[in-house]
Each structure stands twice: as structure tokens, then as C-alpha cells.
Nanobody
Framework: QAQVQQSGGGLVQAGGSLRLSCAAS????????MGWYRQAPGNERQLVAT???????NLADSVRGRFTISGDNAKNTVYLQMNSLKPEDTAVYLC?????????WGQGTQVTVSS
């Protein structure tokens, strides 16, 4: 059974930091890349950051310079370090795992940034 387990998130004041983690396990093989998306109420889901198995990263313009994505291939885990958080970063953050045979999503975790 495929599992994508997220942890982290919560409530933080503007300017603060949070770290999200996402671990893939079970029947998930041949991962090509992992990433984070977010969705705020009434908005479409948007890409935040991705990282390939080779370590290449891609970040949305809105978070570049504030967020960092990193990964541990041996643990099939990806991290999102979020610094200088803004109220507009408030959303449900979802982890996505892409493989040669399909994609898997985490359960989502709420990040709330108060002003």
C-alpha cells in the first residue's frame, strides 16, 4: 500500500518559520520527483516547489528567496523550509510524489500565518 505521510505545519506569526516534511513509503517505487503544492480557500491548487531525484529544484516566484526545498533520497523524504512567512502563504500544503507509474498525494497540512 502506498503511503505519503506529511508532518509539520501549524500556526505562526508573520515573519516566522515552519518546516514541512513528506515521506513516501509502501508501494511507491521509481520516484522521479517530489514536490509541494498549496491551496487556499477559493483558490486553485498551485505549485510551491519541486525537487528531482538528481537534486534539481524549482520554486514558485512567490516563495523564491524565502522557501527552500530539499530531499533525502535514501529516505524518500522531501522537506520544505519556509522562512519569512507572510499571511498570503496561508493554505493547505500538499505533498506530491511522482513516479514512473503514477502520482501520489499526501493528506495535506494546514499552514496559517497571522498578521
Amino acid at each position: 500500500q502506498a503511503q505519503v505521510q506529511q508532518s509539520g505545519g501549524g500556526l505562526v506569526q508573520a515573519g516566522g518559520s515552519l518546516r514541512l516534511s513528506c515521506a513516501a513509503s509502501g508501494s511507491i517505487f521509481s520516484i522521479t520527483d517530489m514536490g509541494w503544492y498549496r491551496q487556499a480557500p477559493g483558490n486553485e491548487r498551485q505549485l510551491v516547489a519541486t525537487i528531482t531525484r538528481g537534486g534539481s529544484t524549482n520554486l514558485a516566484d512567490s516563495v523564491r528567496g524565502r522557501f527552500t526545498i530539499s530531499g533525502d533520497n535514501a529516505k524518500n523524504t522531501v522537506y520544505l523550509q519556509m522562512n519569512s512567512l507572510k499571511p498570503e502563504d496561508t493554505a493547505v500544503y500538499l505533498c506530491k510524489v511522482n513516479t514512473w507509474s503514477g502520482s501520489f498525494w499526501g493528506q495535506g497540512t494546514q499552514v496559517t500565518v497571522s498578521s
